[in-house]
């Protein structure tokens, strides 16, 4: 940075701002009620004191009575690749819980986000057959189970169960809104370009007031690839990371679907946010083409006092952007099952954060991303709204939204009008601004706004930086991070977020566990509490050895919070959580209970 903006910053004292803006509010009782933990590089997930840890479910847990136990030995015959349809899923990410008898009995749907190759199969990934890629398919998506409580505040999952469900890589999906139909999106198997098969990298979620659930998809492109190591994809496939290589699933090498050159609008029917009924295992999920295509973290639903309804998303990459949809019709308080389609057609929006450098502060603006609207037009390269959602980066571009630092969850105080969203890190980021306001990004940071008069649907949002993430002990300045990070809670790279009933904030993390260099003292990946209203931050939780924690969610009680332990041990790091002894490190979903009985947090 120039001298006079390291002067303009001094050493972060403008950022006590953070905490007595009037953006803040004013409750003053203290939220976090639990002594917090250090850091641990241990293979093991430990909790604050006077609190238990439970595995609910892992990878390959049977949830229907005729599955089979996981095979250590690998042999993934046909038996085993149908067998992945009647187990739990890999590589466990958002989820929500769904109340059948309120927190007594209810249904908890989860990502299984994708697969790590090197602890799947006894090759490593390294000599992928049909069978291999077939199995993987069976492996990632939804999975949605049915859990009572045991007498005590955990659960266990019932495998007699009409609810119980996964959705695949296969599974029938239909495909709805703006872009349904396009040609884009038309390929020889589905000629109308309506329904498509399957769900992919399924990250991040959503809950709706009306009882559905939000799956997102974000990682598309690694998935796809072409046999054809000279085809040279298109400018709008590099825009989504899409190339001709592939990545280390391999899947194009042995499903036309995945090779983008035999299929080229394949892929255009994947980067959505997926809606799904838990409650009728019967239902088609539809795919909500009108929210925009990119790579999906979550998509956080709000409906204001006007009775808008207002989808929030973030799209994880570097240099990407926020976008807001608002919904055409409003919501209708009297009869939720009304609600059930709404996210069908509406308007899309991109963020462009204003403000000047050095006050951590600004006015957010929406820029519409409508055809004939903002320069989107045929003159400049746009034929037509469904071409606009399909390639919703180019339109966020050419209307000069803020290029973000790999926009991550975003989740709404229920005690006020702010959302708050995390930004994980952008180590590629040369250029500076008042949102993003550093280099070579390692640490993230944590942004909130929220509109004026309670209204989403308008225009007018002010935004603050509520955390910037750093290293106290061996950085300076701005990688130091803010002033509510210290040496004893410091973190790098907060992902999921999730706020409980009373306001606590809950941070999970996903990045370095090397704990050297400019990770020194920040352990394995963590989970941290916030106070939104003093700014104060604890560590909650630790999780295994290269494992990354996410997915918070909790009973309607607050009794109970449930936590995704997602890809132990990978690239060979030596886990073998949760089993221990020489058995598979597995992701798994951890339930987490208070000794006393009492809320999570308090």
């Known amino acids: ?50 609190y238990s840890a439970k595995v609910l479910v892992k990878w390959s847990d049977p949830i229907f009575s005729h599955a089979k136990k996981f095979d250590e030995s690998k042999n993934i015959d046909d038996d085993y690749v149908k067998n992945a349809n009647f187990v739990f899923g890999d590589n466990a990410d958002g989820q929500k819980y769904f109340a059948i008898n309120g927190s007594k009995e209810g249904l908890l749907v989860t990502n299984n986000e994708y697969v790590n190759p090197e602890l799947m199969f006894n090759h490593n990934g390294k000599n992928m057959s049909a069978n291999d890629i077939k199995y993987q398919q069976n492996s990632l998506g939804v999975t949605i189970l049915n859990i009572k409580r045991d007498g005590s505040n955990f659960y266990k999952y019932k495998i007699y169960s009409k609810y119980n469900r996964r959705i695949n890589a296969n599974t029938p999906i239909l495909i709805t809104g703006e872009a349904k139909g396009d040609d884009a999106l038309k390929t020889a198997t589905d000629p109308k370009g309506e329904l498509v098969f399957g769900t992919l990298n399924n990250c991040g979620c959503g809950k709706t007031p009306w009882g559905t659930y939000l799956t997102c998809e974000e990682n598309f492109d690694d998935f796809f690839g072409s046999k054809d190591s000279k085809f040279m994809p298109s400018k709008r496939f590099e825009r989504y990371g899409i190339k001709a290589k592939g990545g280390v699933y391999a899947w194009h090498l042995f499903d036309d679907r995945f090779d983008i050159k035999a299929t080229p609008n394949e892929a255009n029917r994947f980067g959505w946010v997926v809606e799904i009924d838990p409650f009728d295992p019967k239902s088609m999920p539809k795919k909500r083409t009108s929210l925009g295509r990119f790579k999906h973290e979550n998509c956080e639903v709000v409906v204001d006092k006007f009775d808008n309804v207002v989808a929030y998303s973030g799209d994880d990459e570097n240099n990407e952007f926020v976008y807001k949809f608002i ?18 057609f509406g308007t899309l929006y991109v963020a462009k954060f204003e403000g000047e450098f050095g006050e951590f502060k600004g006015r957010l603006k929406w820029i519409e991303l409508t055809f004939g609207k903002n320069g989107l037009t045929k003159e400049n390269g746009f034929i037509s709204q469904a071409d606009i959602l399909i390639r919703a980066r180019e339109a966020a571009s050419f209307v000069g939204a803020t290029p973000m630092d790999r926009c991550e969850w975003i989740s709404k105080d229920p005690n006020s009008e702010f959302l708050y969203a995390t930004f994980t890190n952008n180590k590629v980021r040369q250029e500076v601004d008042a949102a993003n306001p550093r280099a070579k990004n390692k640490y993230g940071q944590i942004l909130k706004w929220a509109p004026k008069n309670g209204d989403h649907a308008n225009g007018d949002f002010a935004w603050e930086i509520f955390i910037l993430a750093g ?41 370095s566990y090397s704990n050297t260099g400019d990770y020194e003292d920040m352990g394995n990946n963590q989970l941290l509490c916030a106070d939104p209203y003093s700014g104060e931050v604890k560590r909650f939780a630790t999780g295994p050895r290269a494992c990354e924690l996410t997915g918070i969610a909790f009973s309607d009680d607050y009794k109970t919070m449930f936590i995704s332990v997602q890809h132990p041990g990978e690239e060979l790091k030596g886990s073998h959580w949760p089993e221990g002894g020489s058995h598979t490190p597995k992701s798994a979903v951890v339930m987490i209970t208070k000794d006393d009985g009492g809320i999570i947090g308090a």
């Open 1 to 50: 940075m120039q001298r006079r903006s390291v002067l303009k910053l001094g050493s972060l004292g403008l950022m006590s701002g953070f905490f007595t803006s009037s953006l803040l509010g004013a409750n003053t009782k203290n939220l976090i009620g639990f002594e917090q933990i250090a850091i641990s590089t241990d293979d093991d997930f430990k909790v604050a004191k006077g």
């Open 327 to 344: 919904a055409k019709n409003k919501f209708d308080r009297t009869n939720l099952k009304a609600n059930l389609d709404i996210l069908e």
């Open 471 to 511: 290293n106290p002990k061996i950085k300076d300045g701005l990688y130091k991070g803010s002033n509510n990070i210290n040496l004893n809670n410091m973190f790098n790279s907060p992902d999921g977020l999730a706020f409980d009933k009373d306001g606590r904030l809950w941070i999970a993390t996903d990045g």
